[in-house]
């Protein structure tokens, strides 16, 4: 058990007319609740970095939804210490202005984790439709290329011809194509190096598998980055991308991996095995433009 508590102390002098000194006078006030909050957060911030990799889209979801209770947690303690430092005798407004912020860093974190869990859940009981490959990734590289662009980012696009078509769901499979483009994008952030992302799609084995390679850095810690909450952007990053994305791929029966460090850059594959009972092929082909 802690044999302490964590109490913040004022003292002020009272002093003659003269300015000597009489009598120091001193207030203490217990902030024991906002500092435990505050290390119960960084705890659970802390398990989840270290959360199984093989964790369920269900198993997920619950984690996630227990995430937003700590920011919303701490948002309550801090508002009631705001309230508290305003109504002292004269009111604490440097203190009373530091709880509204962890306030709002906190409303941030818990609507941030929501936005993203919705866009992945919300079509999840929907079911899966033979799509042509090339038009999603055509869409999801015209979801990116304004950002692109900003960046200074080529990106090349090389689909093999007569790709059968796959069962997916469409907007989670593009989530997983703008998530891999974005931190390939991320990645090339500062390089000297032609920034350039290429994505190539082709059929192997039985499934279209789709590489996306950057000029970038190449992945410091391959082993960790499929974890939920593993990032090494710090307040930019969420962490929770790859784990979805891999998750994602799961549930369409591929698979998602990154390959071995190249000299250069990092390369995501994922693949998407192909219907055996529907034997359509796209119309629409082409490969090799590049924007
Ligand atoms: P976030 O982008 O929020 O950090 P992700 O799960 O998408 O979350 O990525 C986790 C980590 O994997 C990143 O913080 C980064 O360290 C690493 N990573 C992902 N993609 C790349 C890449 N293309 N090149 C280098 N590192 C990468």
Known sequence: MDNFRWVEMRVAAMKKADGTIVQWNGVCFDVEDQERSQEE???????????????????????????????LAALVSSSDACQRWLSTEPPNIERARAALERIVRSAATAVD????????????????????????????????????????VTISLEVEQHLPLVAMDRVQVQQVLTNLMRNGIDAMDGSMNEKLLKIRARLLEGAVQIDISDAGPGVEFPEKIFEPFFTTKGDQGMGM???????????????????????????????????????????????????
């Open 41 to 71: 957060l960084r705890r659970a911030q802390e398990r989840y970095a270290r959360a199984s990799q093989a964790a369920s889209l269900s198993e997920l979801s619950a984690s996630i939804a227990h995430e937003v209770g700590q920011p």
């Open 113 to 152: 984790t929501v936005k993203r869990v919705r866009a992945l859940f919300k079509r999840a009981a929907e079911t899966h439709q033979s799509e042509a490959v090339k038009d999603v990734i055509t869409e999801a590289r015209e979801l990116l290329a304004e950002e692109a662009l900003k960046r200074g």
């Open 241 to 291: 991308g790859l784990a979805i994305c891999r998750s994602i791929i799961d549930s369409h029966g591929g698979r998602l991996w990154v390959a071995e460090r190249a000299q250069t850059g990092a390369t995501f594959s994922f693949t998407l095995p192909i219907e055996s009972a529907i034997n359509l092929y796209e119309s629409t082909i082409g490969s090799g433009d590049v924007v």
